[in-house]
């Protein structure tokens, strides 16, 4: 099983900056792709960034240009840079891991607790 604990949200101005963090821990034998989510109030939950061990990555069109991911598989680490927050960016930021337990190919998924972020003046 995998923990997550996302930290690093937060009241923010627009334009402002923040970065997120996601760390993982536990028994697993491999973390594969990990990535970014978002909820706001009364929505449902989106996808925003993913990015494979590899470091690959991909972007929903909401945030491309403005939101980098990236992650440190020494720490078991992902992170979520945030430049030129919107007020539209303000949601409740979830990461989520896929992992195997063992060297049997079955992917298992994990979620984080959530982060608030809220982008006003």
């Known amino acids: 099983q995998v923990q997550l604990v996302e930290s690093g949200g937060g009241l923010v101005q627009p334009g402002g900056s923040l970065r997120l963090s996601c760390a993982a821990s536990g028994r697993f034998f491999s973390i594969n792709a990990m990535g970014w989510y978002r909820q706001a109030p009364g929505k449902q939950r989106d996808l925003i960034a993913t990015?494979?061990?590899?470091?690959?990555?991909n972007y929903a069109d909401s945030v491309k240009g403005r939101f980098t991911i990236s992650r440190d598989n020494a720490k078991n680490t992902v992170y979520l840079q945030m430049n030129s927050l919107k007020p539209e960016d303000t949601a409740v930021y979830y990461c989520?891991?896929?992992?195997?337990?063992?060297?049997?190919?079955?992917?298992?998924?994990?979620w984080g607790q959530g982060t608030q972020v809220t982008v006003s003046s």
């Open positions: 989520k891991a896929d992992y195997q337990k063992t060297l049997v190919p079955l992917a298992f998924g994990s």
């Open positions: 990015i494979t061990s590899g470091g690959s990555t």
